[in-house]
């Protein structure tokens, strides 16, 4: 594993590796909950859903780890399931076995540009203000989600979002685990982020919230075998697209929330990593983009919606992750979740919370690395670290910062130095919003 992995060669051991992917795995075994909730409400079989999720993260874990060696896990994406479910199924009327035809299809055609090197110029045309900004973004991004998870940050009809109820045990509970992580980390405690989950999960045994019940749950046993496959493993409607070519308007919209996804993930991630060369390419992107898209097509046909890179491995790189083998571990503990599901399910919001808060602040360090003299690349880079959060997505964000950065440079007349491939994103952009 060591030579495999070339733990030498990356600085790290096999104890951090293992710690690390523990860490990335807690940190986003939300999905296991989630997902099958939302999935559900298209009429698939929730026990059905939760397997497929658990088995097709394992899966894209495992093609990460043995096609880049980088410490990016995947899983069914947040926003993409939402659209699949309530905007694909529920809002346009197609049926469940449609949209897994349409996601399997999309990681056909992602798949054919990754090999084709196509994604992996679209990744390389972004600016690297607009990378900064990226990697800015979905750290701020992340800290948004612990912080609303944790009731620090909720909505507000008056201020749009405005601060909980900063004395209620649960809040307290996630400040101080976000505390403690700080202290950890400053005193280079190895683990800083699990050891502080773990003490927030068991703490939250003793600990009543407003409602009278315990913060943590005890589950009700410790292992159990959802059903099987059987009801969405290969059900998809294979010949949809193209028995129904206007749906090949979905399947776009589709195509380009995975692939900024995708690539806004990976390179906000692998920055953290220092995985990037001196010019600041990933040198295995085309790689980690078909590892990613030959996910995607295997989870459609378990039963499950687009799977992607997820921003959470961030803090498995926190952790110290910085090879393939944080990436196996968080697949082997999707893999075993399918047995352990009561007790995963169980580990509450309050201890991730703080950790995705923690990571969330150390990702908003590299805005340090924003070209300052250039005030094109500073502007968007800026823009687009606020939008993503704002947004609540990352193609969003990423799509007003290319716009804006493409506007900019046309109008102060340096478009003829603006690469080609650029204006392709902007075209993509301009397109995905005019088909709504």
Known sequence: MQSFFKFEENKTTLGRETLAGFTT????????VV???ILSSTGMDTQAVIMATAIAAAVGCFLMAFMTNY????????GTNAYF????VIGAGLPWQAALSLTFWNGIVFLILSVTGFRKKLAEAIPPGLQVGIQAGIGFFIALLGLKAAGIVTSSNATIITHGDMTSPAILLALGGLFLMCILSVRKIPGAIMISMIVLAISGLFIAGNGGRMLTTAPESIAAIPSGLGKTFMELDWLYPFANPSSLKIMFVLLILDLFDSIGTIIGVSRRANLVDSEGKLPKMDKALAADAIATSTGALLGTST???FVESAAGVEAGGRTGFTSLVVGTFFLLSIFFYPLISAVPAIATAPALIF???LM???LRDIPYDDFTETITA??????IPLFFSITHGLAIGVILYLAMQIATGKAAKVNWMTYVIGAMFIAFYTLG
């Open 71 to 78: 410490p990016i896990a995947l899983a069914s994406g947040m």
């Open 307 to 309: 799977v992607t890179s």
């Open 85 to 88: 479910a309530f905007i694909v």
């Open 382 to 387: 800026i823009l687009t670290a606020l939008s």
């Open 35 to 37: 997902n099958p909730m």
């Open 364 to 366: 908003g360090q590299s």
């Open 25 to 32: 795995f807690a940190a986003m075994a939300y999905i296991l």
């Open 359 to 361: 990571v969330g602040l």
